[in-house]
C-alpha cells in the first residue's frame, strides 16, 4: 500500500533557499537584462532566498560583491555584459574571494565561455530561457554543497 | 603514449582490427570442424590479445573490454581447461559478430550501443568452465582461481591504461592520497551536454587532484560530445563523497566510482607466479605490459623487475603486427589505405626514373631544334643575299662582259649551298630520327607505368571470399542444409575500387546457390546425389577479363518454370519465343522471384536485379547457366579494372565522346539512305541483320546540323543486345584514363564518367549498357510524339 506521502508533490522536488539555521541564502544576482533580473528574483523569493542586491554589468558586480562581503552567498552572473563581460568579474571576485560561489548565466550555444567559466571557478551554470525548477536545483546544489 | 591519437594510427588499427576479425573467423571455422587443433586455438587466442591490445591504445574501451572476455575465455581453451564445443563454437561466433559491429560503429564515428550482456555472459562463462556439456569441465589442469577479487560489475569497468600511463598516473600523485576511477556517463539530451566533461572535471578537481581523463583535457574543452568519461582522481574524500560531488543534475546519468590501485595487479601477479602456469593467469598488470609491448616494438625499460620475463614471453606469443602483407578490404575511415608490395613500388619507381632521363633527352632535343633552326635562318638569309646579288648583276648592263664569270660564280654558289643543305639534312634528319625514338620510348615507360599503377591497385580476391566461409556455414546451418564451400583461384588479383562493389552481388548469388539452388540432405539422397552438395566459388583471369564463377551442383533452375513466371508477371508476352540463355537472364528481371516460397534468407526476389546493375556499373556482365538436376552457375565477368579503359572516340557534330571498346562489336559507314524506318524505329541492315539504330546526336540532344554525305555507325553490345550508335566520324582508339565525375552529374544516364583528351579538351565517356536501355526508350518517345506530331497537323 502506498501512502500519499509517497508520491510527491510539485514542491517537494524544489529545494528551498534556507540554510540549516534556518536563515536565508543571500544572493546577488548580476544580469543586464531587467526581464531576467526580475524572473530570477521571483524564483529565489519564492524559495525563500535573499536577493541582496542586484547589478546590470560586471564592474558593478565585483563592487557590489566588494561592498557586501563576507555576506554574499552565492552570484549568480550574465556572461555578456556591457562594460565588463561576466568571466572577467568572476576572475576578479574569485582573485578576491577564493571561496566565492558564482553561477553563470548563459544562453545556449556559449558552451565554450561556459567550461572557461567553469574551469576559472565558476560553480556551476544556468541556461536561458531559465527553467525554474532547474535553476534553483542546480542554485542549491551550489549552495547546500 | 600520448592520449592524442592521430587518424594514421586510427586507420591501421583498422586495418589490423578486420585483419584479425577474419583470423579469428577462419580459426573458428576450422575449429568447428576440428574441435582440437591446437593451431587453430592458439591463432584464435593471440588474434583476440592483439586486438584487445590495440583497441585499448586506440581508446575504443568498448571494444577491448569485449575483446578481454572473450580472450579470458579463450585462454581457458588454449590451456586445456575448457574443451572446444559446438556450443562454445557458437558463443565465440556471436562474439565476433558483436566485435564487428563495433568495429563498424567505430568506423563511422560511432559507438556500438547494442545490448551485448547475454553474449559477454556466456563468454565469461566459458571462462569459469560453467558453460554447460563441456566433457572435461573441472580437469586437474584447471588454474587455481586467484584472479578477480572485485565484484564482476567493476571489474568489466576497470579500464585499462598502458603502463607509460600508469607512471604518468603514479608520478603525478605526489601527495600518495588514495586514487579512484570515476567513470561518468553523460546525459546526451542535455542541451550543453558538452559543458559536461569539464563541469566535472571542475568539481572533481575541488575535491582534489585529476590526474587523468579519458578522453583527455583538451578533448573535453572541445566542442565534442564525449558520452562516457573517465577520471582518475587522487584524493582524500570518500568514495561516496566522490559520488556525491560528481553527481550533477540532469547532466550525469550514471556515475561509477572505484579504487584505482596500481599496485592491486602487482600483487595478483605474483600469487600467479607460484601457479604452475603463469601464463595462463591474467593478472591484469599483466596485460597491460604486454599490451604495451606489442604496441611498442622496442623494449622499454620497465620499472619492476619481475614481470620482465613474463613480458618477454608474451611478446614471443604476440604476433608480428601487420603479418599478412596483403591490403585489406576496409570501410569509410579506412577505405583510402592500399597495402602494397613493396616491389611494385620499386618498379613503378624505376619507371619514374626511365622518364626522368627521357625528358632530360627531350630537352637536348629541344635545344638540337632550335640549333637547326638558328643554322636554316643563317643559310636562308645567305641565300637571299646570294638572290639580290645575282639579280643586281642581272640587271645592269655589265652582263654581256662578265656571263662567264657570272656563271663560275653562280655554279661554285650554288654548290656551297647544295653541300650546306645536304649536311643541314643530314644532322637534321639525326635529330628527328633521335625524337622518334624518344617518343616511342617514353610510350614504352608511360604503358608500363599505366600498367605498373594499375598492379598497384590489385588486390587478392581472397580478401572477398575471405568472408563466405562464415556465410555459407550460417546458411546453411540456418537452412539445414549440408554444404562444402570449394573456392579456388583466391589469388587472383581484382582492382581494389572493383572489390569492394564486389562483395554485395557475391554475397547475394551465394545466399541464392544455398537458399534456392541447393536441395536439403533428404532430397539429394532421394536423387541419388551426394551428401554434402557442393558450392564452388572460383575466380580466374581470362585474357583481359576476370571472370567469377558461383556454381552449385543443386536442383538446378527449369527454363520452363522461369518462363511461366516471367509470362504470370507480365514480364514477357505468353507467345514470345526465347533461347534458353534469354529465359534465364529473366531472372535478372526486377521483380522475379523462382523460389515459391519467401524465405528470410534471399529474399523476396528483389536482388538478382541490384546484383546485374552493380556489376554493369563495372563495366561488368553476368549470366546464368543450369541443367535440371544437376546445378547452376553464375558467371560474372569483369574487367581488369576501372581506372584505365581501351575507349573508341568518336564525333558527334563538334562533341567528341568515348565509347569502351569492350562493348564495341564493330564499326561500319552507311550513307543516309541505308537507315530504314520500320515499325516507327530507325534501322539499319548489317550482313542480312536488321539492328536498331539511335542517333547519339539525337540523345544528348545536340543541335542539329547539316546532313552529312555518309555516317558511321559503332555497332555496340551488351549481354546479347545489339544496336548501333550513328555518329559523325570515328577518330580512333586511344586509353582513356577514366576521371570520375561529380556527383550531380553521375546521375545523367548514358555517361559513365569524363576523361582528358591530349589538347586538354573533356570529353565524356559513354555507358553502352544504359545508353541501350535508355536509346530504346526514347527513341520510341520521340517517335510516339512525332507521330503525334503528324497525326495532329493531319
New interface residues.
Partial sequence: MKSASDFPTINAKIPDGLKEDGSKYRVLLVDDSIFVKKQLQQMLLSQDYEVVDTAADGEEAVAKYKQHYPNIDLVTMDITMPKMDGLTALEQIIEFDRSAKVVMISALGKEELVKKALLLGARNFIIKPLDRVKVLERLASVVKR | MSDFIDEELLKEWFEEAYDLIDKIEESLLVLESNTSDTEAIDSLFRAAHTLKGGSATVQFLEISHFTHTMEDAMDEIRNGAVQVSSVIVDVLLRALDIIKEMVAARAQNNVYSEDFDDTLNELKKIAEHSIEESPKKKTAKKVPVIEKKEEPAVESSVFEFGEYDLMEIKQSNTEHLPIYQVTVDFNEDN??R??GG??V??SLRDAGNVLKTVPDFDSL?S?DFYQTVIYIVATSESKEKLQQ?TE???MTKKIDVIPFDIDIPEQEYSEAEITPEPESKKADIKDMLSMYIQNVPEETPIEKAKPIKEVKHNQEEAPKKNPVPTAKETKNVTSSVLRVDSSRIDELLNLVSEIVINKATFNQLAIKYYESIEQFSTMINAFKDKDKHFSGLLTHNTLNNNIDNLKNEYQKDIADFTTQFDSFLIGYKDIVEKFRSTSQSLDRISSDLREGVMRVRMIQIKQVFSRFPRLVRDLSRDLHKEIDLVMEGEETEVDKAMLDDLSDPLIHMIRNAVDHGMETPEERLAAGKSVPGIVKLKAANEGNLISIYISDDGRGINPESVRKKAIERKIISADKQLSEQDTFALLFEPGFSTANQITSVSGRGVGLDVVKKNIEKMSGTVRITSVPGEGTTFVIKLPLTLAIIQGLMVRVQSEIYVLPISSVIESIRISPKDIKSIDNYEVINVRNEVLSLLRLSRLFNLKKSEDLESYFVVIVGINDKKMGLLVDSLIGEEDIVIKPLKDKYTTTPGIAGATVLGDGTVSLILDVSQIVELGLKQEQENQQNRKNNSNRRN
Avoid: K, N
Wanted: no cysteine; charged share 15%.
Fill in positions: 542541451p550543453m558538452t559543458v569539464i563541469q572535471f571542475t574543452y566542442d560531488i550533477l543534475p540532469d
